[in-house]
């Protein structure tokens, strides 16, 4: 699937990963719809960008939000070809420990958001996907692209409820493609090691070496931009289907 003068919607758009990836989509031609809680940073972008990008504040974990910002996406626009989710949290915490044990509500929250939140958009995205034309002679109407992390495999001390929920996204992968293959739409999920997000850099230079030092190569954090240039690689190729990608310069997470 070209991306010109496609229509994308990407979750979680106004800052990190989902940023760099509106980014490439409006310079690549299409039209896109940040979803994201962050409405200053949103709009800021979206005015950044011009009147190919657009803001709405979205809870995805909330149907009618969701149902809400597709529905105006679709009078904008007129249709919807991408989905990126991005939106995601994590919150260090251990099953028990000195603090006792995990708090439920805060395991509940983060399921919410990772999981249940991209499920609901995928599903409502794909009603609007399957009305598509085809795109090609391979009938593709849609690309969906989740987002996971290293973390659903190897889940540090800590990190009980986020790679729970990451474990979800990659485990729904494979299903999810094979029921939306009928409809020309693909699955696929990105599972990022270590971005240099602007989480990394309130961290201690001391702390963030030691991190570049556990990847293998390159020897430094991944960036942005290359996340994003792997979502526009998965889209204009239309035989990756069904996949989880690893894109982690080769690290493998110990416990700690």
């Keep these: 699937m070209q991306i ?4 994308a919607i990407v979750t979680g758009g106004a800052s990190g990963l989902g940023r760099a990836t509106v980014e490439r989509y409006a310079a690549d031609g299409a039209r ?8 200053d940073a949103g709009q800021a972008l979206a005015a950044e960008l011009g009147d190919c990008v657009m803001f709405h504040k979205v809870n995805v974990a909330d149907e009618a939000e969701v149902a809400a910002g597709i529905a105006a996406v679709m009078a904008a ?17 251990k099953t ?5 044990p995990h708090p439920l ?3 509940l929250k983060v399921v919410m958001i990772n999981q249940v939140g991209t499920f609901n958009v995928c599903r409502l ?31 540090q001390v800590g990190q009980v409820a986020y790679s729970a929920t990451k474990g979800a996204v990659v485990g729904m ?11 020309g739409i693909r699955v696929n999920t990105i599972v990022p090691g270590l971005i240099h997000t602007p989480l990394f850099e309130t961290v201690d230079e001391e ?16 960036r942005t931009s290359e996340i994003a240039s792997l979502s526009a690689q998965i889209v204009e190729n239309d035989y990756i289907n069904g996949e989880c990608i690893r894109m982690d310069a080769g690290i493998r997470m110990q416990p700690r």
């Design 4 to 7: 010109a003068g496609k229509t």
């Design 32 to 39: 896109v719809a940040i979803f994201d809680l962050d409405e």
């Design 77 to 93: 626009f007129g249709t919807l070809h991408i989905v990126n989710n991005y939106a995601g949290i994590g919150m260090a915490c």
């Design 96 to 100: 028990f420990g000195k603090n006792g």
């Design 105 to 107: 509500d805060w395991y």
């Design 125 to 155: 995205a794909a009603e609007q996907m399957a009305a598509n034309e085809p795109e090609n002679d391979d009938g593709v109407r849609g690309v969906i692209i989740n987002t996971a992390s290293v973390a659903a495999y190897e889940g």
């Design 173 to 183: 992968t494979l299903p999810m493609a094979r029921e939306l293959a009928e409809y």
């Design 207 to 222: 702390y963030y070496k030691s991190l570049e030092a556990s990847t293998v190569f390159p020897k430094r954090l991944g």
